[in-house]
């Protein structure tokens, strides 16, 4: 009797096809799989200077005499712009975080030995001390390694949208400007606002052209 119910199944004329999709299935799960660790990995990368912004941060916050630029530093913060890229900031006047920055690059910390003057002088470049020039030069070829080093897809190109973004970039600007100047400062070099927007300006944009070389990974 139980013949007589027998409906005869047509699931061997698609047995073929259901290989087949079975097999693109397993490879869409594969390729997936690699995709998700990619990110992953890649994420891993963008959150590597996290940790030492913040223990940097800490000595920031404690010394009174970073006070003057805490809210334009907790602005950029909150904008997204990356861990290295701060501290590449902040790494020109405040000297264990430039060589935190030359120990990760494998090169050697260049010790600055600029002499200040008793009495304050104004900034001319034409006229730029030799141990100035260098210590420039020096923080110019930080800010290439420490964004170089290990860098993400996320980071990198988060900094390029936040550098087409005028406002982000205002703030970037002024926060660079801020530390610039203060840098100076404390040499008893008196350098105007016009003077070091023009160096930071310029700065800035070397480091945009630096980014957009960079190759991403496919995710």
């Known amino acids: 009797m139980w013949l007589d119910d ?5 699931s061997w004329h698609t047995w073929p096809q259901s290989q087949e999709i079975s097999e693109k299935f397993k490879e ?25 912004l913040a223990s940097f941060l800490v000595e920031i916050v404690k010394n009174p005499k970073y006070d003057f630029l805490l809210n334009n530093l ?30 990760l690059s494998k090169k050697e910390f260049n010790n600055f030995n600029y002499t200040k003057t008793f009495d304050s002088i104004d900034f001319y470049d034409e006229l730029l001390d030799n141990e100035l020039k260098n210590k420039i030069n020096y923080w110019i070829e930080d800010i290439i390694d420490i964004i170089s080093l290990e860098y993400s897809n996320i980071q990198i190109e988060t900094l390029k949208n936040l550098f087409k973004n005028k406002e982000s970039y205002f ?8 530390i610039f100047q203060f840098f100076f400062k404390e040499l008893n070099i ?13 700065l ?16």
Request: charged letters at 30%; proline letters at 2%.
């Open 28 to 52: 869409s799960v594969k390729k997936s799989s690699a995709w998700i660790k990619r990110v992953q990995k890649d994420e891993k990368k963008a959150r590597k200077f996290d940790l030492l």
């Open 171 to 178: 703030e970037i600007l002024e926060l660079s400007c801020l």
């Open 204 to 219: 800035l944009k070397e480091v945009y052209l630096k980014i957009t070389n960079l190759e991403l990974e496919e995710v």
């Open 6 to 10: 027998f409906i005869p199944s047509e």
């Open 74 to 103: 907790f602005k950029t913060i909150n904008s997204w712009f990356s861990s290295n890229f701060i501290l590449w900031l902040i790494s020109l006047i405040h000297k264990p975080i430039s060589q935190k920055i030359r120990e």
């Open 190 to 202: 008196n350098i105007t606002l016009k003077q070091s927007n023009s160096y930071i300006d310029f």
